[in-house]
């Protein structure tokens, strides 16, 4: 129940680096260098959380002594034995979600989830409806989005004949994004009476989510030789012969077969920098898929963040309700309509999470 | 281009307004933004309506509103009758940018400013896309014939580089970038030299480069608004080349990277091939050639012997 010695030394280390760390934003050498000064205050930040949970944890601990002390003094007086034992309890109850807390907050972190990252929206099987229902995907990740506080602006996007979208792609920034979005990557089932229908038949469409975290070329490294670039410019003479504007520029990852398409700056540079970043962020969602997979096949059943073509979610019209497969859920569909897959992911964080603590009381057992 | 005109005549913000507008037409959720619902006003109506009466008239979208982004110059100033900057030229400034990266990285501790020199500086895209890069490290000098040029060159420094002057510190926008009327075949040190000193690091030129023969084969909207002067190199496109490279000996002892017309590149290799009697006589050779991201010729790198 209580914090093992290991841990304990550990958050001792902690703190003792959090207080250093303290102690330097008010360093006048600090200070003056604006780069340094950001760099101490994000990485102090990042303990924070831990040392103020063990910081009222040890507090709580001294005021368990003393409320012991007080039980062991009361000698016969049942009164006052009473309110001390009761006292203990309170305090061992705090205590006890404290130690929770702790325990999550020591948790190895994914690396990558301050990132920012894009998120694109493919329409799968299903035609048209395919596509109507990756606009409907786009409503709510904006809508929720929106309500993170999280910049949005749209990269790329191809739309649909009878409305939708075929594919587009989000830039998302803002704080702790990859951590939240990673779990919405995977294959999303619609099924409902399309509005294209005439006969009134259910038909199920599915809609794929790729979470793609913004790399740069040390992470990934691309071969300018795999790389070939279409523009607007590519038939004809071009140079000083030609003023066009339209500098949209077409990428093809020649070893991957991936094309990416960047449309929205008036730089062409600027649009191939933007197509180049989409093209990191692809191949690098790649090599973490084919890690996780590798990593899941090794430990059994355990939550992953989204194969790929792993079907997570299926949203039914008729029984207005949306099933999260991973967790074994269902949830109102008005409430994910409108935004709301904050709960979801909740969920899905904190299945993640026990399932690591199990891993790692094991791994101690062992 | 409405886009961007439309964007024009709501005066929105350079650079998120057409953004906003694109949202809006591809994306059905956005209508109900604050911009997607306001109604244009008679004023805005009739600046859109004559905007598009100019663009349908092929004039070129740069000069229709007067500025575009080039490299990470966002919105420079275009006007008549300069040469609205292409994407290739993007690359150009790409190269140059490595060379002065890679000396600055060889270069020690030493504080000088490494030299550049701009032949037809235009609109002053690319001295100002070096010196936007390398503020502390490089300074520009920049020639043109037309003194339309020049002072738009300088117009766009005073924008760009204003918030990296220190007058304190004795830097002015001079310090980093300033243009001067002088044609290529006039800048020696016999003339121009008492005022500037020769040795610069790197010389770069997006010169005139189209043969006269390929002249009548450009579209209207370049050949209609674009100058001739700015266009056209002679009967194949290398006067101004030759120019360059009769004097590069006097105003370098480095390299000088060129954008030239795609069948130039072959041209100027064999011509300055290194040990050629050509490339002797005139001391600079080609170093190397590049193509585009469309695949054609259109770079070369020169070496002063």
């Not at chain 1, 799968?124 to 596509?131: C, L, V």
């Not at chain 1, 933007?274 to 093209?279: D, I, S, V």
């Not at chain 1, 409108?338 to 057992?365: C, F, H, N, R, W």
Request: net charge negative.
């Amino acid at each position: 129940m209580a914090l093992d010695d290991a841990m304990k030394s550990r958050l001792d280390g902690i703190r003792r680096s959090f207080q250093a760390l303290t102690e330097r934003l008010g360093d006048p050498d600090v200070i003056s260098d604006s780069n340094l000064l950001r760099k101490v205050m994000k990485d102090r930040s990042q303990s924070e959380e831990v040392v103020m949970a063990y910081e009222e944890y040890s507090q709580l601990d001294v005021e368990l002594e003393g409320a012991q002390e007080l039980f062991q003094d009361a000698g016969d007086d049942a009164e006052m034995r009473e309110m001390a034992r009761a006292e203990i309890k309170e305090i061992e109850a705090r205590m006890e979600v404290l130690e929770g807390e702790i325990k999550i907050l020591l948790l190895p972190k994914d690396p990558n989830d301050d990132r920012n990252c894009m998120l694109e929206i493919r329409a799968g099987t299903g035609g048209s409806e395919a596509n109507i229902f990756a606009g409907d995907l786009l409503d709510i990740y904006r809508k929720f989005m929106s309500d993170q506080g999280w910049q949005v602006s749209m990269m790329d996007s191809s739309p649909g004949d009878d409305g939708g979208y075929k594919n587009v792609v989000l830039e998302v920034k803002g704080d702790k994004v990859y951590s939240k979005l990673k779990w919405e990557a995977g294959v999303h089932r619609v099924q409902r009476v399309p509005a294209t229908e005439t006969q009134g038949r259910v038909h199920t469409s599915t809609a794929s989510v790729a979470i793609m975290i913004e790399v740069d070329d040390v992470d990934v490294k691309i071969d300018p030789k795999d790389i070939e670039m279409s523009t607007m410019r590519s038939g004809g003479a071009g140079g000083q012969n030609v003023n066009k504007v339209e500098t949209a520029v077409d990428l093809l990852h020649k070893p991957t077969g991936i094309r990416i398409k960047c449309t929205q700056e008036r730089s062409q540079l600027k649009n191939k920098e933007l197509a180049m970043k989409m093209l990191m962020g692809k191949l690098y969602d790649i090599e973490i898929e084919k890690r996780e997979a590798e990593e899941r096949a090794r430990r059994g059943d355990q939550i992953g963040t989204g194969g790929r073509s792993e079907k997570i979610r299926t949203y039914n019209w008729k029984d207005s309700r949306v099933s999260e497969h991973r967790l074994g859920q269902n949830f109102p569909l008005q409430d994910i309509l409108g935004g709301g897959v904050g709960p979801i992911i909740d969920g899905l964080i904190a299945k993640d999470q026990e399932a690591k603590l199990k891993q790692l009381s094991e791994d101690s057992a062992n | 281009s409405a886009l961007n005109l439309l964007s024009q005549s709501l005066g929105l913000c350079w650079e998120l307004g057409h953004r906003e507008l694109r949202e809006i037409l591809l994306l059905p959720s956005t209508s109900k933004s604050v911009l997607a619902n306001q109604p244009m006003s008679e004023e805005q109506c009739n600046t859109f309506q004559s905007l598009i009466e100019r663009r349908i008239h092929l004039e070129p979208l740069q000069y229709i509103i007067g500025q575009w982004d080039f490299h990470d110059l966002i919105g420079l100033k275009i006007k008549q009758p300069m040469l609205c900057p292409r994407p290739e030229t993007e690359e150009l400034v790409e190269f140059v940018l490595k060379d002065v990266s890679e000396l600055i990285r060889n270069r020690g501790s030493t504080k000088e400013r490494i030299r550049i020199l701009d032949v037809g500086s235009g609109t002053g895209a690319i001295g100002l896309a070096i010196a936007n890069r390398y503020c502390d490290e490089v300074q520009v000098l920049a020639l043109d014939v037309l003194p339309e040029a020049v002072e738009l060159s300088n117009d766009n420094a005073k924008r760009f580089l204003a918030n990296h002057i220190d007058e304190e510190e004795g830097c002015e926008v001079d310090t980093i970038y300033k243009a001067i009327l002088c044609s290529a075949d006039d800048f020696t040190n016999t003339q121009a030299g008492e005022t500037y000193k020769m040795d610069f690091d790197i010389v770069v030129s997006n010169p005139p480069y189209i043969p006269s023969r390929d002249m009548a084969t450009l579209s209207e909207d370049v050949s209609r608004y674009e100058s001739d002067k700015a266009l056209c190199g002679g009967d194949d496109g290398l006067d101004i080349v030759r120019h360059i490279v009769k004097r590069l000996p006097e105003w370098t002892t480095g390299n000088c990277w060129m954008e030239v017309d795609d069948s130039h590149p072959s041209l100027i290799a064999d011509w300055l091939s290194p040990g050629s009697l050509e490339s002797s006589r005139l001391g600079v050779e080609c170093v190397s050639t590049h193509k585009d991201f469309c695949g054609r010729d259109r770079f070369v790198k020169l070496r002063v012997l």
